[in-house]
């Protein structure tokens, strides 16, 4: 599900983790348990860096619906907690993390690549955006903090309350991505932006990174006191799955 490459890079290590699930590269329990297992070997390795990546025309196409309502409230007990512990690791992981966006980021794919330290997208063939309340599920608060911890606030509310899609060109303008680079040199863009990065020494690099989402960590906790078990009731109502039902059924009939 998730594949690791060595790239050695004048002696800077990266590794690249590279999600194959699926057509879409969708995100369940399996997808969260498998990254965060990927990111304890790679901070138990030598590895000075990495790069995250999809496969196919994905980076992820978000959550996996059809788990979703197929296994309810009893499968959506294991889901949010996962999900909010795998975008958490990622998010506070002491290395440097690039997200190489080379397809499709959309809801929980684009908060995983908004949960890196640096975004490098295709220029074409990509659309972007934080789609949930589309699907008519409220965002958990460790996916909502990312997404407000590297996006100016106007932006963030603009694209959660319209839950709109936007083209590579328009994700640089907004913050969503730090630069466009071309199918063919995306990853070896990625890489190198990681082997510089990881030329920084681990503990120093760390300790800024620590500093600098320490108040989006302190968010998480609060919300997720405040908010999370109300999100939890609305995600498996069964109103809210019909609807996921009704989105996924429009879906299907407007390929």
Not at 137 to 148: D, G, K, M, Q
Not at 158 to 175: N, Q, S, W
């Amino acid at each position: 599900m998730i594949h690791h490459d060595i790239h050695d890079v004048q002696g800077v290590r990266v590794a690249v983790l590279r999600v194959a699930h699926g057509k879409a590269n969708a995100i369940d329990v399996e997808f969260f348990e498998s990254l965060i297992a990927a990111l304890n070997e790679v901070e138990s390795s030598d590895v000075q860096a990495v790069v995250l990546t999809g496969s196919g025309r994905n980076f992820s196409a978000g959550v996996q619906l059809f788990a979703v309502i197929e296994g309810g409230h009893s499968y959506l007990q294991e889901f949010l907690p996962v999900l909010s512990e795998g975008l958490r690791r990622l998010f506070t992981f002491p290395r440097p993390v690039i997200a190489a966006i080379n397809g499709h980021a959309i809801a929980g794919g684009c908060i995983l690549a908004l949960a890196a330290d640096r975004r490098i997208c295709v220029s074409e063939g990509a659309k972007l955006g934080v789609t949930e309340l589309m699907v008519g599920v409220p965002f958990p608060s460790a996916p909502l903090e990312v997404v407000r911890h590297h996006l100016p606030l106007h932006v963030a509310q603009d694209l959660i309350l319209t839950a709109r899609l936007v083209a590579p060109d328009e994700a640089l303008k907004l913050g969503l991505v730090d630069e466009l680079r071309s199918a063919e040199e995306l990853l070896e863009r990625a890489v190198g932006t990681a082997a510089k990065m990881g030329q920084i020494p681990s503990r120093t690099f760390a300790v800024s990174k620590r500093q600098l989402r320490g108040d989006a960590l302190a968010a998480m906790d609060r919300g997720a006191e405040t908010y999370d078990e109300e999100v939890r009731e609305i995600w498996a109502a069964p109103q809210t799955l019909d609807g996921i039902r009704r989105f996924m059924d429009a879906t299907v009939r407007g390929r």
